[in-house]
């Protein structure tokens, strides 16, 4: 990996190595509402924990921007 793109218009991140010709794009979720449900409200914490990791995600040596 060579470049990391996060977009927060649409909630798109983006991984890709220029120089392999691969990479990946794909729209990450992130959930607003509260349940009243214990077992909900634990996966939609866990679920924002992992979006707010994949976004601030910073890689020595990688290309990184935030828009």
Avoid: C
């Avoid at 120089?19 to 349940?35: D, F, R």
């Amino acid at each position: 990996m060579r470049e990391l793109y996060f977009s927060e218009n649409g909630n798109i991140v983006s991984f890709r190595d220029i120089l392999a010709v691969t990479g990946m794009i794909t729209n990450i979720v992130n959930v607003s509402k509260k349940s009243p449900d214990a077992q909900a409200s634990e996966l939609i914490e866990r679920l924002n924990v992992s979006y707010n990791n994949i976004r601030n995600m910073k890689i020595e040596g990688v290309y990184y921007q935030n828009n």
